[in-house]
Each structure stands twice: as C-alpha cells, then as structure tokens.
C-alpha cells in the first residue's frame, strides 16, 4: 500500500518539477529569442539608415550593383544585402549576397521575415519629399543556431534536474512516509494484538450462553430476550474480531503468502458457494441464476476464493428487494477469466462508487436496507482478490442495480 503511495507521490511531485521546468524554460527560451530578434532588426534598421545618403547614386547609376561604387561597402557582411528603391518601387541597385525575392510592400521600418532572412524596408525622404525606400536584408542562421543551442542546453540542463529531482523525490517521500508507515504497522500490530486477545473473553461469553441456554430452565421471556441479545452481540463482535485478524494477515506482505494456492477449476469453487448460499435466496424470494464455463482454472485459496464470493453474493441479496434477480456469470477473455456478480438491487450511487471498498464504510441508505452489517465484507473480498493477483471492480445504477467483477489471471 505504502509503496503506491511512495510511488503516487513521487510521480505528482515529478509532474510538478517537470511542469515548473518545462515552463521556465518556454519562458527564457521565448525571451532570448525576442532579444535576438529585436537586436537583428536593430542592425537591419541601422544599416538601412546608413544606407538611405547612397539613394542619390544609385539613381544616377546604369548598373544596379552597387558593390564597388559605394564608399560603405565595407560593412557589408557575408550574410547582409541592402536594396534601393525609386518612389514607385522600381529596383535601382543591389549590393551584399542574401537577396530577398518579397516585392516592396507598404509595411515601412516592419521587420519581415522569409524563410531564413530577415528584411526591413526604410522610407527615404529629401526636403519633405518621399526621395525612394532602402530595404536592409540579413542572415537568421546565426539567430537560429544560437537558439538551436539554446534549446539543447535547456532540454539537457532540464533533464538532468528532472533526474537530481527524481532522486531526491524518493529519498523524500521515503524520509516524509515513514513515520506514517511505522504508524500504520504499530495500529496493525494493535488491531492483531487486540483481535486475538479478543477471541478468548468472546469464547468463554458464547461457551456460557449456550449452557444457560441448554441447562437453565425455566428461563422468564424477559431474560430469553436479553440472553438473545447478548449472544447476537458475542456473534457479531466475534465476526468482526475474525474480520479483523484476516484483514490484519492479508495486509502483511509475509502473512498474504501464496504459498498455499493449487490448481482449481474456478466454476466447481463458484458452484459450491452458491450452493450454500442459495436458501437465502429462496428465503427472500430472489431468482439466483448462475452462467458457468467448465474447465477454466486459476490459481488460488479454495476457501479465501468462496469467503470472496460469498461476501459479494451476500452483499447482492442484502440489497436486492424481493421478486429481484442475481446473477453469477463466468467469461473468459484471452488470459483474464472475468467472474461477474449482478443485482437488480437499490444500486449505489456515483459518488459513493470510490468508496464501496472502503473499510467499515456504509452509504446511509444501504445501511436502511442491511442491519447487523459490519462494512468489512467488500474490503475483504478486495483483499482475497489482490492475493490472487486479480483486480476487483464496481459498476452500478441507482434504482437499477449493480456488478461487481473479478478479473482473475487464468492459469493453463
């Protein structure tokens, strides 16, 4: 159980870092960017300033490069280019290797981007008079191995703080649940202790009863009554003492042993319980009808497998009015054989469904319809399931009823 609960923990407390880093990450990764970007326009709109003087001879120029007439060529870099254009946005020369093919359009001092470049467009006035544009060009490969890198070093550094912090979550966890775990293992050694201290005191009691009973006669109405109440009482503490000490066993890893598990055929263990069983039905007038498949076999306790059964028949006819139906069903699917047990009870409602397994737990309406009920017998039967290896489940409809399933691992 302890060990879910490590493991719950440390997986929620790994999403949380995984989240928390994931988003740090997104957020620098986001803001470095930004910063490149703004400063790779910064230098379009500088050279395109210091460009716009040069609109004056490439007007009067023939040739549309520019490369050895302007006195600036200098600063060109290999991966910038600079255009200039006439008012109507007629090319008049080029200088520089990364060419934009984009037409001049109207989004002035606007960065634009295509494909691996970055382009800014810079209106050229004279005297108050639009003289033509300068378009700056320039390389985004550095920017984008820069921020490649970027986020390599990110995802490497957030991994590896993923691990210290996996690492650290389960020593942890481990720290901060064992003082819980060695709470838990002092009550279940008290439960136990006082359960089986409890068996003798209970023994003498119902031993006594029943020799007033056999030898005490006459006995007045008044004191038969008590006498019954006494001894529905002893019966009833000595259940829950004999619930208590098999819950307490099967909640040790080295008590739960399947030690004693043999081959069985799973429908001759389902038939007998529901041969002992079946008086109760036709007492409360309940149709209990049973679909069984001959020759599949499990693993397992005979008498754990019918206690199971038994608590989960039991449990159906307690909540299935008279003239109801329960049905005790067998299928098989691949290597799981599904044992499924079906009522047209009270049903329970959505909300209570996580809590049916529960111990000692009783919705209020189904403790209306069951007196006597000790509310351990559906958390036994999920015991005795998790030591076969299956897994136990629950569907159910208000005013309808419910099914509760046995996914056993079938054993050729």
Known sequence: MFRSLRRRLLLSYLAIMALTLGVSATVVYVFFACSLYRQLDN?????????????AIAKKEVSTDLQQDIPW???????????????DGKLLA????????????????EAQQQGH?????????GYSQLEGYVRATESTEAVEQTLTWLALGLGLGGTIALSLSGIGGMWLTRQ?????????DQLKQFTADASHELRTPLTVIKTSLEVIFLHLE???????KRLTEIASATHQMTQLVEDLLFLTRTDSPLKASTATHILLPLDEVIQEFVELIEPQAIAKRITLTTYLQSGVTILGNAAQLIRLFSNLLENALHYT?????????????DRIV????????IGIAPEHLPLVFNRFWRADKARSHREGGLGLGLAIAQAIAHNHSAEITVSSQMEVGSCFRVLFPRHS
């Open 43 to 55: 230098e379009l709109l500088t050279l395109a300033k210091a460009a716009a003087p040069s609109l």
């Open 73 to 87: 060529n200098e600063l060109f870099k290999g991966y910038q280019s600079l255009e200039w254009f006439s008012v």
């Open 94 to 109: 080029r200088g520089g290797p990364v060419l934009s093919t984009l037409p001049l359009e109207n989004r002035f001092l």
């Open 117 to 125: 470049i970055r382009i800014l467009a810079l209106p050229v006035y």
């Open 176 to 184: 901060s649940l064992q003082p819980v775990e060695q709470s838990f």
């Open 218 to 224: 006459p006995i007045s109405p008044l004191n038969e």
């Open 321 to 333: 009015p008279s003239g109801g139906t329960v049905t005790v069903s067998m299928t098989t699917v």
């Open 338 to 345: 599904v044992v499924s047990v079906e009522d047209t009870g």
